[in-house]
C-alpha cells in the first residue's frame, strides 16, 4: 500500500530545463534514500542520481554540473532539476525509495511508474 507518483516529465528544447516530482505515499513509516534513475528505448536501467535521508547526494558522471537532487523528509519528496538537457537524457524517469513501510520489519526498494522526458527541437 505504498505509492510512489512521479510528475513532471514532458517534451523540452535541448539546452531547456524540466523539474520531476515523487511523492511516496501510503503506509510509509520511514524512508533512507532516495534517486532517480532513467531507461532509454534499447538501453538498461541507470542510475542517474540519489540522496540519503541526510542530504548527502550522488550523481552519475553524465549528468554532473546539470542536475540537482533535492528531497523534503517531512513530506516523503525527492525532486530533480535537470538544467541543460540534450538529446541523450531522453528517456522514462523514475523515482526509487528505499523505505520501510508498515507492517514490515525491512526496508525494501520502491519504484514509480515511470515519466518520460524527451529532449528534442
Known amino acids: 500500500q505504498v505509492q510512489l507518483v512521479e510528475s513532471g516529465g514532458g517534451l523540452v528544447q535541448p539546452g531547456g530545463s524540466l523539474r520531476l516530482s515523487c511523492a511516496a505515499s501510503g503506509s510509509v513509516v520511514s524512508i533512507n534514500a532516495m534517486g532517480w534513475y532513467r531507461q532509454a528505448p534499447g538501453k538498461q536501467r541507470e542510475l542517474v542520481a540519489t540522496?540519503?535521508?541526510?542530504?548527502?547526494?550522488g550523481y552519475a558522471d553524465s549528468v554532473k554540473g546539470r542536475f540537482a537532487i533535492s528531497r523534503d523528509n517531512a513530506k516523503n519528496t525527492v525532486d530533480l532539476q535537470m538544467n541543460s538537457l540534450r538529446p541523450d537524457d531522453t528517456a522514462a524517469y523514475y523515482c526509487n525509495a528505499i523505505l520501510r513501510a508498515s507492517g514490515s520489519t525491512f526496508f525494501l526498494s520502491y519504484w514509480g511508474q515511470g515519466t518520460q522526458v524527451t529532449v528534442s527541437s
Open positions: 540522496i540519503t535521508s541526510g542530504g548527502s547526494a
